[in-house]
């Protein structure tokens, strides 16, 4: 193989997407054949005459794509497609493993899920050693209220708001 031919690797990145239009561009790229993610998760909301069932996103205006670099621009040309989210400049590339995690996250009803753009201090590198949250890592950003703590997980900087007991993290040893 020459070094232009380069194989062509997947992988996954998040755009911008309009307010309130993540579904739709969701529903665009696998139009198009393009694999993405949209974690959402069913609330009760109320209105003043009823009460309903609902999926929203859990991370409000963002969608991710697993893409080659070939479909980079595709995915830029999708109505309501603002931009990738960048890092130093480029495209930020997510892992598998978060991909995975947040899938595992909302497979899961015994815990509620929260997303927050909060800005927090940086603290160590834990691990959920026990309930169903088992084997997530992240930075432990802080504790909030009873059995409920704030991971930060990258290279997205947003931090997940988890109920787990402090008992059910452990420092992780690298």
């Given at each position: 193989m020459s070094p232009k031919e380069k194989p062509l690797i997947?992988?996954?990145h998040a755009v911008y997407v309009h307010?309130?239009?993540e579904k739709k561009?969701?529903?665009?790229?696998?139009?198009?054949?393009?694999?993405?993610?949209?974690?959402l998760q069913r609330k009760l909301r109320q209105w003043s005459d009823r009460k309903k069932w609902v999926e929203i996103?859990?991370?409000s205006g963002y969608v991710f794509v697993h893409i080659t670099r070939?479909?980079?621009?595709?995915?830029?040309?999708?109505?309501?497609?603002?931009?990738?989210v960048r890092f130093e400049g480029k495209a930020a590339v997510i892992r598998d493993h978060d991909i995975e995690i947040l899938k595992r996250m909302l497979?899961?009803?015994?815990?509620?899920?929260?997303?927050t753009r909060e800005e927090l201090l940086?603290?160590?590198?834990?691990?959920?050693?026990?309930?169903?949250?088992?084997?997530?890592?992240?930075?432990?950003?802080?504790?909030?209220?009873n059995n409920r703590v704030a991971l930060r997980i990258l290279p997205l900087g947003f931090t997940v708001l988890v109920e787990s007991p402090s008992t059910n993290l452990a420092v992780v040893k690298e």
């Open positions: 997947e992988q996954w307010s309130r239009a561009v969701h529903e665009e790229l696998k139009f198009k054949g393009i694999e993405s993610f949209l974690p996103p859990l991370i070939k479909h980079y621009d595709v995915v830029l040309q999708i109505d309501n497609v603002m931009q990738y497979g899961q009803s015994e815990v509620e899920v929260e997303i940086p603290g160590m590198q834990v691990e959920i050693i026990a309930g169903p949250m088992m084997g997530i890592r992240g930075e432990l950003i802080s504790f909030r209220g």
